[in-house]
Every structure is written in structure tokens, then in C-alpha cells.
């Protein structure tokens, strides 16, 4: 198993340029998360998924738009990109919602 | 409100010695779930233990433990006889029904272990 994958590893963006993150788990979890490391901060949660075709916000989903149209595939979509949304994005899944989550390896993002 | 409080920003030991990392947390729940993650320099975040809050007893994994108490709502992670491997970032995380079981981390504790 390859676990949780994510694509890019590294990107460099213009500000108002779009971009999708994509990231695909083949543990067969239902649930799927982003979230983003701030320098020196712990974990936010952007978005989150109980399966496919179920998504919703988490604690700062402002700038972003996910869908969910498989089981495997999360994609996050940033539209209009700003420095603010310079960080470390981190796509995970679980088995159930309060269980171990999986992390992919992550992409750095960086708006200028 | 601040859900994980990780009150150690950096913390530096000499090999061999034991370190303990703070964790307080802060819910409304009855029944909720506390992690701890490792996030070594190369950046990914590794699993290293779940605990039910009607769990109490310590838990120990060869030199990794973990002592948690409900009347601090904390719940510290001690390595035991450090090693430079250990060097990384520790998140203690939160899950409680209140926030929709969604994961609140704290902001991480550095630990640097020295040779």
C-alpha cells in the first residue's frame, strides 16, 4: 500500500493564480482531510470528507474549494491565490472519524 | 478558545537524558480522544498513540510513555533515555464530539536531542 500520496511536493505561485493540490489514499478510508502548517503552529483543518461526494468545512476553509467524487481522490483547490495561503498542506484519511489518521507526505506552497 | 495547549515551545537534551512533554487540553465532553504525532525533520506527521478518555492507565511502548490524568486534563509524553532520532516535532491532538470530532492540535513542541 502507498498510503496517502500527495502532488505536488513543492510549488511556487503567483498571487491570483489557482492551483489543486491532489492527494489519493488506497486504505479504502472514508474519511479524508486537509489540513495546513502554519511556521511554528500545529494543524489546521481546511476541509474534510465522510466519503465520496460528502464534503465540509473545517476551521479555515476560507480560499479553498475541495470535492470528493471517489473514495481514493481528495483534491483542494485554491482559486485566486494569496500570501496568506503560503504553508506546508497536509492531506490525511481514517477509518472513522475519531480514529488514527494517515498523513501524506505533504506539499509547500508558497505565494508571492 | 485554545483546545490543546502545548506549553514547551523548544526543549533541548543531551543524550540519555529522559524528557517529558507537556500536554494540557481543555473539552466539554465526557467522551473524546487525545494523539500524539511526530514530525521529524523530514516532515511527515507519524502516529504514535490514541487514548479514550475513559482510559486512564499509562501506557508505555519501550522508551515512549504516557501518563495521563482527567483531574489536570493533561496527558504528558515521556521518552526515556533520549536519542538523537528523537529530534523532531511533538503534536499532542484532540478529538471530542463538541468540534464534530474534528483533530485540534497543539501548536508542537521542538525537542532537539544532542549528541
Known amino acids: 500500500n502507498a498510503g496517502v500520496t500527495q502532488t505536488p511536493k513543492f510549488r511556487i505561485l503567483k498571487i491570483g493564480q489557482s492551483m489543486t493540490l491532489q492527494c489519493t489514499q488506497d486504505m479504502n478510508h472514508n474519511y479524508m482531510y486537509w489540513y495546513r502548517q502554519d511556521p511554528g503552529m500545529g494543524l489546521k483543518l481546511i476541509y474534510y470528507?465522510?466519503?465520496?461526494?460528502?464534503?465540509d468545512k473545517g476551521e479555515v476553509p476560507n480560499g479553498y474549494n475541495v470535492s470528493r467524487s471517489t473514495t481514493e481522490d481528495f483534491p483542494l483547490r485554491l482559486e485566486l491565490a494569496a500570501p496568506s495561503q503560503t504553508s506546508v498542506y497536509f492531506c490525511?484519511?481514517?477509518?472513522?472519524?475519531?480514529?488514527?489518521?494517515?498523513f501524506g507526505p505533504g506539499t509547500r506552497l508558497t505565494v508571492t | 478558545a485554545q483546545k490543546v495547549t502545548q506549553a514547551q515551545t523548544e526543549i533541548s537534551v543531551v543524550e540519555k537524558e529522559d524528557v517529558t512533554l507537556d500536554c494540557v487540553y481543555e473539552?466539554?465532553?465526557?467522551?473524546?480522544?487525545l494523539f500524539w504525532y511526530k514530525q521529524p525533520p523530514s516532515g511527515e506527521l507519524v502516529f504514535l498513540i490514541r487514548?479514550?478518555?475513559?482510559?486512564?492507565q499509562n501506557e508505555i511502548s519501550g522508551r515512549y510513555s504516557w501518563n495521563f490524568q482527567k483531574s489536570t486534563s493533561s496527558f504528558n509524553f515521556t521518552i526515556t533515555a533520549s536519542q538523537v532520532v528523537d529530534s523532531a516535532v511533538y503534536f499532542c491532538a484532540l478529538s471530542d464530539p463538541h468540534n464534530n470530532n474534528d483533530m485540534r492540535f497543539g501548536a508542537g513542541t521542538r525537542l532537539t536531542v544532542k549528541p
Open positions: 490525511a484519511s481514517s477509518l472513522a472519524r475519531a480514529e488514527e489518521q494517515y
Open positions: 473539552t466539554r465532553d465526557t467522551t473524546y480522544y
Open positions: 487514548r479514550n478518555s475513559f482510559d486512564e
Open positions: 470528507s465522510v466519503g465520496a461526494g460528502i464534503t
